[in-house]
């Protein structure tokens, strides 16, 4: 190591962020999180910065289809990557289904969570369509496509509503898979 190198200086590297079917060329600090790049540098501010440590899924967007939080995740990871957060959910100016579920079953009350919650119930169904059980699935075989309240809640579980909303969101969540 040479005394005049600053090893505090941020490292960059330059790639192709794909959010919600948009490319955006940026140049990313290899320390920089997908939340942060998402509402600091894109103006993507859904994804909500709730604990900061993957533990409530305020933050949760989808990276190819899956769940991710995003203030664990760092950006440079996703190169070529499809992001979708929240903003992206809609078709155009129609709502996804699970957005009008949310409103027609009340399921949200501050709102803090709720980005979050839509993404991470948008990958929930996908991984459940795709037949991946749970911890509470029964003999531990393949999902059955009605998803009762029970695979909903330990599906959605790493999703925290301080507001106390998870009756209407389990319901919202359960007429879309229905």
């Known amino acids: 190591m040479n005394d005049d190198e600053d090893l505090s200086a941020p490292v960059t590297m330059e790639m192709r962020l794909s959010v ?14 997908l939340l942060d790049t998402l ?3 894109l103006d993507l501010t859904g994804a909500k910065k709730g604990c900061d440590h993957g533990q409530c899924g305020a933050c949760t967007v989808l990276v190819d289809g899956r769940r991710v939080t995003s203030c664990l995740t ?16 809609a078709d155009g100016s129609v709502p996804h289904p699970l957005q009008t579920a949310f409103v027609r079953h009340d399921a949200l ?5 709720t980005p979050g919650q839509l993404c991470s119930a ?18 531990g075989g393949s ?3 009605r998803l009762d309240e029970a695979e909903i809640r330990e599906r959605m579980s790493g999703n925290l509503c301080r507001c106390g909303a998870y009756v209407n969101i389990v319901a919202a969540i359960a007429e879309v898979a229905r």
């Open 20 to 33: 919600n079917g948009i490319g955006y060329p940026i140049t990313v600090d290899t320390r920089e999180t």
């Open 39 to 41: 509402r600091e540098r």
């Open 74 to 89: 760092l950006t440079v990871a996703l190169d070529d990557r499809e992001i979708t957060t929240v903003e992206g959910l």
């Open 109 to 113: 009350q501050c709102g803090y969570c």
């Open 122 to 139: 948008v990958g929930m169904l996908a991984e459940a369509r795709a037949g991946w059980p749970s911890i509470v699935t029964a003999d």
């Open 143 to 145: 999902v059955d496509a």
